[in-house]
């Protein structure tokens, strides 16, 4: 975080001043994503939909690739503002392996839509946690420009490929910030811890009944199927009459003819809502009213109450409950056939998988620590250098390793102060994804000790040639703290059926 130092003589104050107490800033910031199931649910599926199909559309989260920044030297060391300290890693079972650099199960991306409704993605890593439901990323894959909005339908995919989720979707609840970030747009703070609700995936379809379907709160719809005559005879006996489980359409359009037509024809009726009723013309054409067919039907307070169809409710001077039923006109040729549907009510199916640090793991967290440290650096990227050249496709994970920075720096253009740095070529897609120290490239953990903020083409040749982060001291591990004890939920039961 900046801090700003004034001698005290220049400031007019003495010392005994000074030592009274006061009320200090806050440091975190909270702000509420997605905490309900039936919403978490929704925003999983509107990403899983059509085999993944708004994954892929997804394009990473950046800057005009020519707007990239310099580094220049702050002076300043930034010391940490405390003692040092570190929680474990989770491990998980075995990860891929890539050439030298093994992968970890816990990298992913993070998915959202930003503000104009594009379809957008970061990088991101699965953390340690009490409750083992935390995502580590740049604020600013959550955050939006440093206000209290946060972006919409936030998930996270861990080990995410080509559009597909092998160890399921986890959706963001709640979302932790450095105060600054959220409030100043300061990247010094630019860093987010998320808790994430419980992953599943989605596991197939079952047909159920209407008073099912009616109650699923999950992903469902309603398809008309043909049948013949005889089953839709069948269907009416068995229910007691026309129900919402089937009924019959009479004639399709192109047996629709003029009330002038010479041949033979007959008179067939669609019921319609009493506005487009009171909307139609009078007389014997084809879309006029048909006052011999209203029907007027009284019914339960129950059916009342649970009638979706397009006739009219009343409550009648005596109190009865009433269903007014509206008909329009139309002329057909005598020989059109009679079409008979049933339908067909599904809903969709999901898989619990349980907490992601039970799933993928989690790496561990450090804060305080000395800069020139060994870091190993994972993400998507994407983006193309600022001369054009588009070496990645953000589909898989690449990595850095190196020391970082011994001094913080200053990047112009964002509000940052004191920022580590690490030389790297990776471009913005990458942003958010975990600065690892002590990486243990056989049990694939480490220490997330910074995430990817800024990209700085450094030496002025149209290549992105550093990355920097957010240096992680006790203001970060406080954001962590309170992120540490998110509860989270299950989103879906034992049955597929999805949780309130």
Sequence with gaps: ??????????????????????????????????????????????????????????????????????????????????????????????????????????????????????????????????????????????????????????????????????????????????????????????????????????????????????????????????????????????????????????????????PDYTGEKKRAFKEVSKEEYDKAPTGNGNGAQEPAKTVVDQVTKSEYEAYKGVGYRKIDASGNYTITHYFLGYWVKETTKTLYFKTVFTVGLAKDLGRLGDVVGGQGFAWNQPLGQQVTVFGYPSAPHPDGDRPFTGVTPKWCTGKTGTKSVQVNMFKVETHQVLKCSMTWGADGGPWLMKYNNSKRTGYVNGVTSVFADNDGNDRIDYISSAIFDGETADVYNKANYAETKKIVGPNGELLK
Aim: net charge neutral; charged share 20%; hydrophobic share 35%.
């Design 1 to 258: 975080m900046k801090r700003l130092l004034i001698p005290l003589a220049a400031a007019g104050l003495s010392a005994a001043v000074l030592a009274s107490p006061a009320t200090a800033a806050p440091s975190w910031e909270s702000e509420d994503l997605l905490p309900k199931p039936v919403d978490a649910y929704s925003a999983a599926n509107f990403w899983l939909d059509s085999n993944g199909a708004a994954l892929r559309k997804a394009t990473q989260y950046n800057l005009d690739a020519k707007d990239v920044p310099k580094v220049v030297s702050s002076g300043s060391k930034g010391a940490p503002d405390g003692k040092p300290g570190m929680t474990g890693p989770t491990t998980a079972p075995k990860a891929g392996t890539s050439k030298n650099v093994n992968l970890p199960k816990t990298i992913g991306k993070v998915f959202f839509l930003d503000r104009s409704g594009h379809y957008r993605w970061c990088s991101a890593t699965s953390i340690q946690s009490r409750n083992r439901n935390l995502v580590a990323t740049a604020g600013h894959c959550v955050f939006e420009n440093g206000k209290a909005d946060v972006y919409r339908k936030w998930i996270f995919v861990p080990g995410y490929y080509q559009g597909k989720a092998p160890w399921g979707v986890y959706v963001g609840a709640y979302a932790f910030t450095a105060y600054d970030l959220d409030t100043y747009d300061d990247y010094d703070g630019d860093y987010a811890f998320v808790a994430v609700h419980n992953g599943f995936s989605l596991s197939g379809t079952k047909q159920v009944s209407k008073a099912d379907y009616d109650k699923w709160l999950g992903d469902k719809w309603a398809k008309d199927v043909e049948i013949t005559q005889a089953e839709y005879t069948k269907c009416v006996d068995l229910h007691g009459g026309e129900t919402p489980d089937c009924w019959a359409k009479l004639a399709t359009n192109a047996d629709i003819v003029g």
